[in-house]
């Protein structure tokens, strides 16, 4: 229980950044549905591992394109808090360090920002030379 405790004071601090309550509750169920998802299969994984009822489906969907959540004051919100929840982060040449996981997956959309053209390495004909 701590664990949550502790999760939703760190979350809590992203409230700003959603221009209404509600919406903020729903950001809120989709990173902790993220959080504990044992598959990835999209919002279903997210209504299947919080146990939600499937009528709860579009509301989340929607959540995902909503403009009521301001991406800019999010990103900035979002770097404060990680920077205050780890007191001690790693700098290499007073640079902060930030490590991702690297893994590379196509994807299709249209509403994808933040992805980037990566180069595929493989011997096999049939992958493309580049995914999304």
Known sequence: MQLWIHWWTLIWKLRPACSRLQTFLWFATAVCGLSIRSDQLGVTSIIRA????????????DAFHSSAISLERMTALWVQTVLSA???????NGRL?????GI????????MPGVKLLHQQSDSNTKPDYIM
């Open 86 to 92: 780890f007191k001690d982060p790693v700098l290499v």
């Open 104 to 111: 590379k997956i196509p994807k299709r959309g249209r509403k």
């Open 50 to 61: 919080l146990g939600l009822n499937e009528r709860c489906y579009d509301n989340l969907l």
């Open 97 to 101: 360090v930030l490590l991702g996981d």
